[in-house]
């Protein structure tokens, strides 16, 4: 049960965020659905709210683009100035494989929005998670880690782009900025954990376009073999609710599981670096 809570679920009006928040709704916590798209989130609350059963709770929408850091810094604003409290933050929102694009603060669109955005919001609302204790940060990220490495020489990719190398280098950052996180976070009350959903029918795959004869297929397998987005929301609604990961830090998970990471994924060296960069990238001291 989540009555009392306020849950921030972000890229809610899709896919897993938006099953998440079904379900936590329906535990009666109060969700506040943070989107890029009113438009988008305000259609998806109403589907929620339509399709509820007698017992939930409230679903706030509100608007967060993680491509720009003036639009985080804009929601945080609001978020401490309207909510007395944040039980749980789950960053879910991602951006899969897109063309190259550079977001109007100079950075790779996936870095941008998988990580970067979601440092940013995680920083801004740290004081006030931290006097919500206990409360938890949960971060969705992917096994296309394995596919990345942080060339702390061009973050940006400004000297080459391959788009899945560049969604595996964000879905690392994930892992590695909930690492370090949860290291500064021993003590507080606050919780940081990881989690891979393993392979889901969402609109992840929107950039990728697969050629006209091989789709009938994709979607065939897809529908066999791939989660549903309220089976892929499973293990977030597990690590915001579960008393089984009370005062658990740090960790991955799968399939409401503890999973174990490649050591790239757990190598605090790099991960202390990624957090000083990143600081320096969103513009932030500390
Ligand atoms: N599906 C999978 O198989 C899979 C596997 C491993 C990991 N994941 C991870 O799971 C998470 C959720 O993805 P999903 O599969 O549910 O995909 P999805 O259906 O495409 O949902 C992604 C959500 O992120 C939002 N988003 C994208 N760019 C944003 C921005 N600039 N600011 C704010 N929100 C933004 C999207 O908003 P719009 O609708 O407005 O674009 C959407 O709500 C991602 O972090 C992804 O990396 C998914």
Redesign the pocket.
Known sequence: MMRGKTIIV??????????TSRELFGRQGRVIM????RD??EEAAREIRQQAGPEHGELLVKV?????LK?VRRFCDEIIKEEPKIDVLI??????QCPYTKTEDNFE?QF???HL?HFLLTNLLLDLLKRSAPSRIIV?????YKCGEINFDDLSSERSYDKAFA?GR??LA?LLFALELGRRMEGTGVTVNAL???????????HVHLPLLVRPLFSLVSWAF??T?EE?ARTSVYLACSPDVEGVQGKCFADCQEEELLPKATNEEVAKKLWDISEVMVGITT
């Not at 943070?34 to 798209?37: P, S, T």
């Not at 967060?64 to 720009?68: G, I, P, Q, R, T």
């Not at 960053?91 to 899969?96: E, K, M, R, S």
């Open positions: 972000t890229g809610a009006n899709s896919g897993i965020g938006k099953a943070a989107c890029r798209n988008r989130a967060l683009d993680l491509a720009s639009s960053n879910n929102a991602g951006i899969y669109m941008a929005v998988n955005g969705v990220s992917s096994k296309l969604y964000s879905k994930n891979t959903p393993g392979i889901v029918r969402t609109e992840l795959g929107r791939f989660k987005p892929g």
